[in-house]
């Protein structure tokens, strides 16, 4: 694929390695200093750019160099986020630490003021945003989990959006990364050094990251994308929070997840 020029300024000469981690459907070259990231233009590829120019400042979050869209792509040009991902085996052989570090990020998050973001994901705008992907046939039925559809479950995503629908919970409005699973939370030396992939962040309940967070927790360490890791329960992530698991809520918003 040809870069546009602006982006084509900053790399050259640079030595890129693809990046095959995480589910977005998008491409992901990784630099030394920077990552460059190509995806389909849409509604989510422009609010992670607006979220991530939004956030410089208040959360660290990688730092917009160059962008461009050409040809029905969005091509952006961002700093790399120092460390590792909290799925690393580094941070999953420590579980307690973790699962402290993750609860501290969510509650930094959480402190955010969001009297002027500018970008709104509550339910209205992600029920929205389901419907017109199911109604499109973008469901990736591939990558939804085993019970989401068929015996027990719902009969496919029209069934399921019905229910989603019909079912909202009340919402607590914080700052949410709208996608908090562990390949998009860095870490160095044990703390957090920065989130990305931020297509999905804004205005939302508070639920919807702790639901994401938790199911990603498990799924790392019960080996769903590698090798598993004792020493994780499914309490862990609600004792370094201080709170009750709100199991409805968890489940809402897992469900919800499986139509993005």
């Given amino acids: 694929m040809v870069l546009p020029r602006n982006i084509q300024a900053q ?5 890129p390695v693809l990046d095959d981690v995480g589910c977005s459907g998008s491409t992901v070259e990784l630099y030394d200093d920077c990552v460059l990231k190509v995806e389909p233009e849409g509604e989510e ?5 607006v ?19 050409e040809n029905g792509f969005c091509f952006t040009l961002m700093t790399r986020m ?36 500018p970008v709104r994901c509550t339910l209205e705008e992600k029920l929205r945003r389901a419907r017109y992907n199911v109604e499109a046939g973008l469901v ?3 990558r939804v989990e085993p019970e989401t559809f068929g015996p027990g479950g719902f009969e496919g995503p029209v069934q399921l959006l019905t229910w989603l629908e019909q079912h909202r919970p009340p919402e607590e409005l914080v700052l949410s990364h709208g996608d908090f ?8 030396a044990g703390r957090l050094s920065g989130l990305i992939d931020l297509g999905r962040a804004g205005v939302a309940d508070r639920w919807q990251d702790i639901a994401l967070c938790f199911r990603s927790l498990r799924d ?3 080996g769903r994308f590698g ?18 698991p709100d199991w409805e809520k968890i489940r809402y918003y897992r469900l919800l997840d499986e139509l993005f």
Avoid at 11 to 15: A, F, W
Avoid at 181 to 188: D, S
């Fill in 11 to 15: 790399v050259q000469g640079k030595r």
């Fill in 45 to 49: 590829s422009e609010n992670a750019l």
């Fill in 51 to 69: 979220m991530m120019r939004w956030l410089e400042g208040r959360f660290p979050v990688p730092r917009v160099i160059a962008s461009a869209r």
């Fill in 82 to 117: 120092p460390g590792e991902m909290a799925c690393a085996p580094r941070c999953m052989r420590e579980p307690q630490a973790l699962a402290v570090m993750l609860a501290e990020t969510l509650r930094a998050l959480w402190r955010v003021d969001v009297t002027n973001c």
């Fill in 140 to 142: 990736d039925m591939n």
């Fill in 181 to 188: 699973c562990l390949p998009n939370v860095f870490v160095q």
């Fill in 220 to 222: 790392n360490a019960k």
């Fill in 227 to 244: 090798p598993a890791y004792p020493g994780f329960d499914d309490g862990l992530l609600f004792r370094a929070l201080g709170i009750t």
